[in-house]
């Protein structure tokens, strides 16, 4: 039986949905028309693609035309669903938290690569400490991946550190209790003499006049201040984690930083002034820009 012309199926949706977000301007309005569709029905994106012909019900569509007009307003897809992948890895996000990037993925590969250098192993006992934790993307992850690795995440923020502690709760069989964290300005937080093998920081590096030349308005509006923005140029809160991260370093340990291409040659000036420590390297992202800075702590295992 042919359907109706005028009954909104999974198909309609999709089309007048996807020609609705092309007219605001939105990034990816097929891809987010999925997504958004298949979050208000429960149901993965493949799903969609088997059941074109099933008109979703009522309350299935209130759900995704009050997802759609918030998406129209420029609320982040991630935020609507509640949840975005990093590293092939499902991660719960609120407004209380940055929304993972790929190019904080380098930073996660730098990890690894380095552990197999250091360690000849990803299956080496290891400590890692992530200051300014957020979602908790980095500890998670890399505990996932370096199975005898314990990790610390640490932010300054309460409401970010309950979504980073269940995203550590949602793979809590597989972490085996390795991924903790504690609230806390850099690394205050943290008892003297305290060292790990590994620092890693996504901190904020957004420079106030950064926001007109390229921060995207939605970011602005909806992701939270704390995390983006780092003083007039970006490298206030850089300039205050750099003295302390020797202390906590043990010697030859490693220490990975994301940041803007545009603070990338001030940052390595900022290294090169800070005793104790020696710039190694800076891994670019896929455009070639400068993203993640890789230093180490004079001393053993140089």
């Known amino acids: 039986m042919s359907e109706s012309p005028d009954a909104w199926t999974v198909l309609r949706l999709l089309q007048w949905t996807t020609d609705y977000l092309k007219k605001h301007e939105m990034p990816s309005p097929r891809l987010e028309a999925e997504i958004l569709l298949a979050e208000a029905m429960q149901c993965t994106r493949v799903d969609l693609y088997t059941r074109f012909d099933y008109e979703p019900t009522e309350k299935e569509r209130a759900a995704f035309k009050a997802h759609i007009q918030k998406r129209a307003q420029g609320m982040p897809v991630a935020y609507l669903v509640g949840h975005k992948e990093f590293y092939s890895i499902d991660f719960l996000v609120d407004p209380n938290v940055l929304i993972p990037r790929p190019e904080t993925e380098f930073l996660i590969v730098g990890l690894f690569d380095l552990v197999k250098e250091k360690f000849g192993s990803m299956d080496a006992e290891l400590s890692i400490c992530d200051i300014g934790t957020g979602s908790g993307i980095l500890p998670v992850t890399s505990a996932l991946h370096l199975k005898n690795a314990r990790s610390v995440g640490v932010?300054?923020?309460?409401?970010?550190?309950?979504?980073?502690?269940?995203?550590?709760?949602?793979?809590?069989?597989?972490?085996?209790?390795?991924?903790?964290?504690?609230?806390?300005?850099?690394?205050?937080?943290?008892?003297?003499?305290?060292?790990?093998?590994?620092?890693?920081?996504?901190?904020?590096?957004?420079?106030?006049?950064?926001?007109?030349?390229?921060?995207?308005?939605?970011?602005?509006?909806?992701?939270?201040h704390t995390a983006l923005f780092g003083g007039e140029i970006g490298t206030e809160l850089i300039g205050r984690m750099l003295p302390d991260v020797p202390k906590f370093l043990k010697d030859g340990g490693f220490f990975l930083m994301e940041l803007s291409p545009m603070i990338h040659e001030a940052v390595v000036e900022m290294v090169h002034r800070t005793p104790g420590l020696t710039y190694l390297r800076t891994i670019r992202d896929l455009d070639q820009q400068a993203r993640i800075i890789v230093v180490q702590k004079n001393g053993a295992g140089e």
């Open 155 to 224: 932010d300054i923020s309460r409401g970010a550190l309950e979504v980073a502690k269940k995203n550590a709760q949602r793979y809590a069989e597989r972490l085996g209790g390795r991924v903790t964290f504690q609230e806390g300005d850099l690394f205050s937080s943290l008892p003297k003499g305290t060292q790990f093998d590994f620092i890693v920081s996504n901190p904020p590096y957004v420079g106030r006049k950064e926001i007109d030349a390229e921060l995207e308005t939605n970011v602005y509006r909806y992701e939270p």
